[in-house]
């Protein structure tokens, strides 16, 4: 079939597997470019296939030479109807380990459940044995609780007062004002159950359970805190919530760990980018389009893959991890950075719908998006009849 983009809202429901492949290769390449990193050679990755975790997974693998197991919720294609991306930067992802000679075995379904966490943990035994890191990425819109069944939604809203303040559709460029009704008490408790850590903390006591965590393990999850404009929706809001609730899990994940495994559990507070989850959110779009017109100019935008590169080479494994007073890693040091924080507020203010193009790298964010799902890679002949159905090596 011939695939195009089909955006809706803030979504894209066509992924080109063309397109993502070369995706993956951007930042394979990248992370062979740069030094290599030594580490940990046993990576569980839940939550895989996009933004951190497939930019973590990459490092991992071809930064550090480990064998990875990742584990995601993934459509794949049909005759008529294409894969979702992150099964089509899967398949690319395992070709390219297999050609380095490198263990890449993938797990697609619903990590939340308990049966999911069985199949990894039985394929880490026949595969890598132990780990030596396992990355919680995951951000989903659901969770069905393993132990009640019940169904839980998340919702991004803010808390105690209804929040107003400029968006943009990234697609059009239209500048709109949004108001967002606060949430219930029951949609607060419900959005931590999703984004919140007790699966992380489910994940790895059933690690642990099975023998399958080695010595000196480490587990990282990503959190993500924002400036001052963004917080009420953001780190004050449900997703913030439930990103407290995050940083509390890995505190006391943190304490046993060292006491059974002299391992450390630890929280990542990452820069803001442009993958399928943040376009869902309202305002982050439009603070993350000025934001990287101001970081680019100045020199220091990156990408997921630097950003994960970055932290398992200076931070987690460089010996010397530095942790703010909340023994949390800032990996999202450059976003904060007051010269920066302060020429983007500047900014923020002034946006609107006809001085967008000027102020903000719209074009940039767009053209993220879009590499998302395989889409705006010159080389890519988006004309050309593909196979949408592509089988993952490691799953039959
Ligand atoms: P993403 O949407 O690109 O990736 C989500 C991953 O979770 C995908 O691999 C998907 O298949 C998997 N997943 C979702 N539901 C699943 C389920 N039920 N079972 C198995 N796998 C499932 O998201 P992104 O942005 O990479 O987010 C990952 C983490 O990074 C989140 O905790 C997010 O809050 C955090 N973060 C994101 C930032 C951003 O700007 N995008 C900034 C800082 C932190």
């Keep these: ?195 919140g850590g007790e699966d992380w903390g489910l994940w790895i006591d059933a690690l642990l359970a099975a023998d399958v965590l080695a010595k000196g393990v480490k587990t990282v999850a990503y959190s993500y805190i924002g400036p001052k404009i963004t917080h009420d929706i953001y780190r004050d809001g449900t997703i913030g919530h439930s990103k407290n609730d995050l940083e509390r899990v890995a505190h006391e994940l943190d304490q046993e760990l060292k006491q059974k495994l002299d391992g450390q559990a630890v929280v990542s507070v990452n820069k803001a980018l442009v993958t399928q989850s943040s376009s869902a959110i309202p305002v982050v779009p439009l603070y993350i389009s000025l934001l990287f017109k101001q970081m680019k100019e100045m020199g220091l935008h990156e990408g997921t893959i630097e950003q994960t590169y970055r932290l398992l080479s200076e931070e987690l494994y460089s010996g010397h991890t530095k942790l703010d007073d909340q023994g949390r890693i800032r990996i999202d040091d450059w976003e904060m950075r007051e010269d920066v924080q302060q020429k983007v507020t500047a900014l923020w203010q002034r946006v609107n719908g006809e001085n967008l193009d000027e102020l903000a790298d719209m074009e940039g964010y767009r053209n993220d998006f879009l590499k998302l799902f395989g889409f705006g890679f010159p080389e890519v002949d988006y004309e050309a009849d593909v196979n949408p159905i592509i089988n993952l090596i490691s799953i039959e």
């Design 1 to 195: 079939m011939v695939i195009q983009p089909k955006v809706r809202g803030f979504i894209c429901t066509t992924a080109h597997p063309v397109g993502c492949a070369k995706h993956v290769q951007e930042q394979i390449d990248y992370i062979k470019s740069m030094p290599k990193v030594s580490g940990p050679k046993r990576v569980l990755i839940i939550g895989s296939s996009t933004g951190f975790g497939l930019a973590t997974r990459i490092t991992a693998a071809f930064g550090m030479g480990a064998g990875t197991v990742g584990v995601f919720y993934e459509r794949p294609g049909e005759q008529d109807r294409t894969a979702s991306a992150g099964w089509y930067n899967t398949a690319a992802f395992e070709t390219a380990a297999q050609k380095d000679g490198l263990i890449a075995e993938s797990i697609n379904g619903d990590a939340f459940s308990d049966e999911i966490k069985h199949q990894t943990i039985k394929r880490i035994k026949e595969t890598l044995g132990q780990v030596d890191l396992v990355v919680y990425s995951l951000a989903s819109p659901r969770r069905n609780h393993p132990k009640t069944g019940e169904l839980f939604n998340s919702v991004i809203k803010p808390i105690g007062k209804p929040y107003s303040d400029k968006t943009v559709n990234f697609m059009t460029g239209a500048v709109s004002s949004v108001t967002i009704a606060p949430a219930t008490e029951e949609e607060i408790k419900q959005t931590v159950s999703v984004m």
